[in-house]
């Protein structure tokens, strides 16, 4: 029988950080399940566009991403051989689970082996380009792909293609980033090889300059080499023997969501990246015969769209540490909304709200149920980057780890729905939280 005349009993759209919870949840919980991503490989940012680390995993004293998104860190961490540096137990725990570097390849394997070991169903090389929907309910989604174009009938819809665009199509609401329409500056992330790794790891001890290389940063501005609209370099993180990842080179003022915008921003991040590698090579011992490896496949995108859904997540949400009776998730990752003009580039720590934010170790926030269903639809639940909240809140919980937490609770939550074959909106929260807690998620 063909994938497209199957009747699923979830169809996840989008192969990221919250498709893999999503779709492993689901199918674990014996749902029958589609997984349909536009490239050929899963992993989402962290493959698709080389982002070089996960944000941390815990609350600065315990893990508090476990279920779904522990296991894929471990398996990743164990083929790929990671080993901390760190040997101090206290300051281990953080190392272990916290800025864990990402071996995009290793990681590719994990998650094909997670999702199939599941029972899921996966379609590569197809995107979902529209629905069909009536009476709230999206009935069928329509793929395209190099067969043409396909309709799948669906009973309940994750969508986690992180500009919610199942809810777009099926004529949900959401925002879109700041007042003035502006979304948070993209990067094309990129690999550079060839590195003397003792002089590197050396050149960390004696200087105690951070993954930010901001004391490489200073000597260079004062020199007049360093002519990027950065505070710092975002992230650079040792990927193996010889390789680090970069997150560095914003690119301000560009909508995702329009391809003119995104070629523009492809285009300028190449051309930027030689004058980056000659400041690394001249700043940074260790560096000074470094290769540029790869980049991509495709430019970062921090921000788009943000549905409107059941309940809001705002910022006072984020300081009150407010709890909710249908709480699906936590996390503790500080606001870090990264410019969107030049002009917004903040270059003080006073002024940094992604240090100014931070919350006391052991601390974390609730993530509600509501703020994963989208107003007005009935069969549609969001999981990752685009969950309903301000832009503040968004700046925390966008980051990986949390996006395997709600994509992990969307999938858990639509398995029940199928099983019981009720709605989203009459899941038994109690029940939904318990088969969360059982399976590993950290519910505080
Ligand atoms: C430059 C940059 C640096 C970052 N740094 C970090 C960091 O250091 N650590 C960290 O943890 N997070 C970081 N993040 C944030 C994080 O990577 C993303 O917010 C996160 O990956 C979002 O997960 P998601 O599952 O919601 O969406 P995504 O990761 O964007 O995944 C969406 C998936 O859906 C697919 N898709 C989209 N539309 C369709 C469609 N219509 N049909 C089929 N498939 C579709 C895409 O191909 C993609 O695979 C960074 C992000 C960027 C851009």
Same mark, same amino acid.
């Given at each position: =029988? ?21 779709? !492993?949840?689901?199918?674990?919980? *014996? ?22 680390? $996960? ?16 296991? !894929? ?22 190392? =272990? ?39 709230? +309910? ?39 980033? %700041? ?34 290389? +901001?004391?490489?940063?200073? /000597?260079?501005?004062?020199?007049? %080499? ?21 997150? $560095? *080179? ?19 991040? /190449? ?9 690394? /090579? ?15 496949? =495709? ?26 009776? @249908? ?21 003080? @720590?006073? @002024? ?27 069969? !549609? ?8 909240? @301000? ?33 989203? /909106? ?13 399976? *590993?998620? $950290?519910?505080?």
């Amino acid at each position: =029988m063909s994938i497209y005349s199957e009747l699923y009993d979830v169809l996840v759209a989008g192969g990221g950080p919250s498709g893999v919870g999503a779709a !492993v949840a689901a199918a674990r919980n *014996g749902a029958k399940v589609l997984l349909i991503e536009k490239y050929g490989f899963l992993g989402g940012m962290a493959t698709a566009a080389s982002v070089p680390a $996960f944000c941390p995993y815990t609350d600065g004293e315990k893990v508090i991403i476990k279920g779904i998104g522990l296991e !894929v860190l471990e398996a990743m961490k164990k083929e790929s051989k990671f080993d901390s540096p760190v040997k101090d137990k206290k300051e281990l725990i953080k190392r =272990m689970y916290d800025w864990v570097p990402i071996d995009a390849e290793v990681l590719k394997r994990v998650l094909d082996n997670m999702v199939i070991d599941s029972g899921c169903k996966v379609i590569f090389h197809t995107s979902v380009s529209d629905v069909i929907y009536e009476n709230d +309910t999206v009935k069928a989604i329509m793929v395209e792909n190099k067969e043409g174009k396909n309709i799948i009938d669906c009973k309940t819809i994750i969508d986690c293609t992180g500009d919610a665009d199942i809810v777009v199509k099926a004529g949900g609401q959401y925002e879109y980033g %700041d007042e003035n329409d502006l979304v948070q500056a993209v990067t094309l992330c990129y690999r550079i090889s060839n590195i003397n790794m003792e002089a590197l790891v050396r050149y960390f001890k004696e200087s105690g300059d951070t993954g930010n290389l +901001t004391k490489a940063v200073e /000597r260079a501005r004062k020199n007049g %080499d360093f002519n990027f609209n950065e505070k710092h370099v975002a992230g650079f993180s040792i990927q193996n023997e010889g390789v680090a990842g970069l997150n $560095f *080179g914003h690119v301000y003022e560009i909508n995702p969501l329009k391809a003119e915008d995104l070629t523009r921003a492809e285009i300028e991040s /190449r051309r930027n990246i030689p004058a980056m590698l000659d400041f690394l /090579r001249k700043y940074v011992p260790g560096l000074e015969n470094a290769v540029l490896t790869s980049s991509g496949p =495709m430019v970062g995108i921090r921000e788009t769209r943000r549905i409107i859904g059941e309940y809001r997540l705002t910022v006072k949400d984020y300081f009150n540490r407010t709890e909710y009776e @249908d709480t699906i998730a936590r996390y503790a990752y500080p606001i870090d909304v990264h410019a969107s003009t030049p002009r917004d580039v903040v270059f003080h @720590d006073k @002024d940094d709200e992604y240090i100014t934010s931070k919350y006391k170790p052991g601390e974390s926030y609730s993530i509600p149920y509501r703020a994963l269903l989208p107003k007005g639809l009935k069969n !549609v639940i969001v999981a990752g980057r685009p969950l309903s909240a @301000d832009r503040a809140m968004h700046g925390s919980f966008r980051v990986m780890p949390a996006c395997f937490a709600t994509g992990q609770a969307a999938g858990t939550a639509a398995a029940i729905c199928s099983t019981e074959n009720i709605e989203l /909106r009459q899941i038994n929260i109690g029940k939904l939280q318990k088969l969360l807690k059982e399976q *590993g998620a $950290f519910l505080g």
